[in-house]
């Protein structure tokens, strides 16, 4: 059975466990190196992008996760996590993220909390509910990023490699569409 991480040192963890639980994978919560090393795959939740970066550092784990992506581990990054693994920050530059990805994201781009919102979209084929909480827009992607899915004119879905990013919270909702996807494409 595959192990998939979620980092658990702030954000929305526990509702990608419970949505992992659902699953034939077994979740486990990172927190530390040894559990970084423990899984085969890893979700980085939504959540607070500068606050995520700082304690990447602050546990050791940043430079562990851009080594283990690096050679192939399968990252997925939702919201926040998607911010950090933009390679580029559309207001400034963003020392703490892991750069991973080879596309240029905006933060808070859909405006404050009251913003956000819940629509559907349709991905890899099938029509979700995509919530957006204070989410992040794709503005660019490189050569190689694959675009899975638009909420409008706005890129909310990217592949490159073994990177997938979404904006909106697939954990928020009962859909495991995206969470089949992110097994199936890389397991």
């Known amino acids: 059975m ?18 992992l639980d659902k699953l034939e994978v077994e979740p486990i919560l990172v927190k530390t190196l040894a559990a970084l090393e423990s899984v085969d795959a890893l979700i980085l939740p939504g959540g607070e992008s500068t606050t995520i970066g700082k304690l990447l550092k602050r546990f050791g784990l940043r430079e562990a996760i851009i080594k283990r992506v690096q050679a192939g581990m399968p990252v997925w990054g939702t919201c926040a996590g998607a911010i950090l693994l933009a390679k580029k920050i559309k207001e400034k530059d963003f020392e703490d993220g892991l750069k991973l990805m080879d596309v240029t994201i905006e933060r808070n781009a859909y405006g ?6 819940e629509t559907k979209i349709e991905f890899n084929g099938k029509i979700i509910p995509a919530v957006f909480i204070r989410a992040p827009k794709i503005l660019e992607v490189g050569d190689d990023v694959e675009i899975l899915a638009r909420e409008g004119y706005d890129i909310v879905a990217v592949r490159e490699k073994n990177i997938l990013i979404t904006t909106f919270h697939p954990e928020i909702t009962e ?13």
């Open 112 to 117: 404050a909390q009251m913003d956000s919102f």
């Open 175 to 187: 859909d495991l569409t995206v969470y089949k996807y992110f097994i199936n494409t890389f397991f």
């Open 2 to 19: 595959k192990k998939i991480g979620i980092l658990d040192i702030q954000g929305s963890a526990k509702e990608h466990l419970t949505a």
